[in-house]
């Protein structure tokens, strides 16, 4: 028995607001609501790095037959368009993508990714780059108006209550101290202009080669 045609064919672009980098393909459907946002493993890599709601989808047209689809996905995502620097595509279209994402898979991909991000973020280091960078990103995002400032709230002259104050208090008690501070064991440490925070085991090593104690001042 043929398959049956769904209602709805498509080509689609997915952007990532943070670095403008971008996901083509087609999506068929009977549900133009059925929040699908792409299936690119490059682009799945983003969305679990910057979120989901970093990312922008909008349908660039639409074709009356699957077969259409593919043909015209084929003409777009071609071999100049995956060489660019800011396309998220690994290979040309026309196939259909490759695996079909669902809901679980695409939960079961977002955990993993979440996994291995949260240990990255425990390395003061990695995550001191991780939030200069991503503070980079969104300045020139507003910047050249690819993401607008939805709200602002100004905390000049506003204090905390003496409960709130009570409440920050008690939940950091036991936390940060001692092996449980994520900088335990590190030293901040300076050379030709460049400060970075040192390992306990790597101090030595670097001592040898002209690192000194201390951050380089500004």
Partial sequence: MARRQ????????????VNGKYYIGMHSTDNLEDEYIG????????????????????ILEYHSTRDELKKREKEIV???????DLCLNLKVGGNGGGRIWNEEHMK?????????????????????NHFKKLSEANKKSYENGRRERTYFYDWNGKKHSEESK?????SKKGKGMGENNSVYG???????????????EEIE?????????GKMKK
């Fill in 186 to 200: 590190r030293k901040w440490m300076n050379k030709d202009g460049v400060t970075k925070m040192v390992k306990k």
């Fill in 78 to 84: 071609n071999e100049q368009l995956i060489n660019e």
């Fill in 6 to 17: 769904k209602k709805y064919h498509y080509i689609y672009k997915t952007t990532c607001n």
């Fill in 166 to 170: 009570k409440k920050i208090s008690e």
């Fill in 108 to 128: 079961a991909f977002s955990k993993s990714g979440n996994d291995a991000f949260k240990s990255k973020m425990k390395d003061p280091e990695y995550r001191e």
């Fill in 39 to 58: 299936s690119g493993k490059r682009l799945w890599y983003s969305i679990n790095y910057h979120g989901r709601d970093n990312h922008t989808k909008e």
């Fill in 205 to 213: 090593e670097h001592t040898n080669v002209g690192w000194i104690f």
